[in-house]
Each structure stands twice: as structure tokens, then as C-alpha cells.
């Protein structure tokens, strides 16, 4: 059974740092693509970032530079550090990856705000 567990969302000011992560069980996170999606209220959820099997990385242009996405094979995680948060960062932000269907962790809240 794949269960994708998300920890590290909170309260962070404008210009701070947070890392995210979500921890894999049921598959092996260094073998597929892992995806970091987010959503803000009232708007549709959004692929934030994808590290793919080969390890290379993509990211949505509005997130680009400021974070990053990488994975621990022997933890069987996946990190996103966020730098230089801004206030429309703010979203519920969700791992997920695909296989035999979608598998989608429960979400870590995240909100930027002074």
C-alpha cells in the first residue's frame, strides 16, 4: 500500500525559509518521478515541482530560484526547500506521484505572512 506523508508546513514571515518533506512508504521514491504540487484557496491545484527517476529536476516558473527539490533514497523522502517565501506561496502543498493510479499525500499547510 503507498502512503505519502507530508511534514514541515507553517508560519513563515515574507523573505524565510522552510523545507518540506514526505516520507514514502510502498514504493521507492528513487525509482519514479516525485511531484510537489500545491494549492491556494480558491485556486486549482498547481505542480510546484518535479524530481524525475533519473534525478533531474523541473519547476513552475513561479518557483524557480527559490526552490528546490531532492530526495533521500535511503530515507525513502522527498524534500522541497522554499527560500525567500512569498506571501503567495501561501497554499496547502501536497507529494504526490503516479504509478497504477495517482497517490497523493493528506498536505502540509503552508502561510507566508508578517
Known amino acids: 500500500q503507498v502512503r505519502l506523508v507530508e511534514s514541515g508546513g507553517g508560519l513563515v514571515q515574507p523573505g524565510g525559509s522552510l523545507r518540506l518533506s514526505c516520507a514514502a512508504t510502498?514504493?521507492?521514491?528513487?525509482?519514479?518521478?516525485m511531484d510537489w504540487y500545491r494549492q491556494a484557496p480558491g485556486k486549482q491545484r498547481e505542480l510546484a515541482a518535479r524530481i524525475f527517476a533519473s534525478g533531474g529536476t523541473a519547476y513552475a516558473d513561479s518557483v524557480k530560484g527559490r526552490f528546490i527539490i531532492s530526495r533521500d533514497n535511503a530515507k525513502n523522502t522527498v524534500y522541497l526547500r522554499m527560500n525567500n517565501l512569498k506571501a503567495e506561496d501561501t497554499a496547502v502543498y501536497y507529494c504526490h506521484t503516479r504509478g497504477s493510479s495517482d497517490f497523493w499525500g493528506q498536505g502540509t499547510q503552508v502561510t507566508v505572512s508578517s
Open positions: 510502498g514504493i521507492s521514491v528513487g525509482l519514479r518521478g
